[in-house]
């Protein structure tokens, strides 16, 4: 009887032991990095809702968030070099989530009169023109620090205009969490987090419906 290959039992051992090993951390780690991520939400308070208009037209109100998540920021207009990167953050989960209606981007814009040209610039800039998902709620001067505490943003003594920081807002219109944009690790984390969280489209859950039917 002659002796097995040698190289065909290292094969069997890759297959039967070391893939499955390897396959299984990786899940592991995946699970574990999905249960850090969903520990940090908490329940910080209901979103806040204001008569100011958004878009030029009628104000955002409680009927047209209710079952919406949301990622709410105030547009930081005092730091140009953070202005920019926000726009370049707002572009890209538009563009992540855009065909998602029940997400929503109200974006809070301090001193800003209703109608500014600058606005209509900045969304065109960063392909933010879309009105059933991105909202521009221009505030004014005098009320910006009242929007940073209703949205209960961690400012610790920076201006409202410098704010770094984007909340997200589960479809209960619970502020869940911060994340601040000065921080590479936290940006990333923002798309996974929405997108863990997110409800399921409903073409999907009629799929798995039917599948499980079968």
């Known amino acids: 009887m002659k002796g097995k290959n040698?190289?065909?039992?290292?094969?069997?051992?890759?297959l039967?032991?070391?893939f499955p090993a390897v396959s299984w951390y990786y899940l592991d780690l995946g699970k574990n990095r999905r249960m850090d991520q969903l520990s940090q939400l908490k329940d910080i308070g209901p979103v806040p809702v204001f008569s100011w208009p958004a878009n030029g037209s009628g104000p955002l109100k409680k009927e047209m968030i209710s079952g919406k998540m949301l990622i709410a920021c105030i547009l930081p207009t005092g730091d140009q070099k953070l202005l920019a990167d926000f726009g370049a953050q707002l572009s890209e989960l538009h563009e992540q989530f855009d065909e998602r209606n029940d997400l929503l981007f109200p974006i809070y814009v301090p001193h800003a009169p209703e109608g500014?040209?600058?606005?209509?610039?900045?969304?065109g800039k960063y392909g933010l023109k879309d009105p059933?998902?991105?909202?521009?709620?221009p505030v004014p001067a005098d009320s910006v620090s009242a929007v940073a505490e209703a949205w209960k943003f961690p400012l610790n003594g920076i201006q409202p205009d410098h704010s770094p920081y984007l909340a997200l807002c589960d479809v209960k219109g619970m502020i869940r969490r911060f994340f601040d944009l000065k921080k590479p690790d936290e940006i990333g984390q923002?798309?996974?987090v929405t997108a863990m969280?997110?409800?399921?489209?409903?073409?999907?859950?009629?799929?798995?419906?039917?599948?499980?039917e079968r």
């Open 6 to 14: 040698p190289l065909s039992l290292v094969g069997v051992f890759l």
């Open 16 to 18: 039967l032991v070391v």
């Open 116 to 123: 500014d040209s600058s606005l209509t610039a900045f969304a």
């Open 132 to 137: 059933e998902q991105v909202f521009f709620i």
């Open 190 to 192: 923002l798309a996974e």
């Open 197 to 212: 969280i997110l409800p399921l489209k409903k073409d999907k859950e009629l799929i798995f419906r039917r599948e499980r």
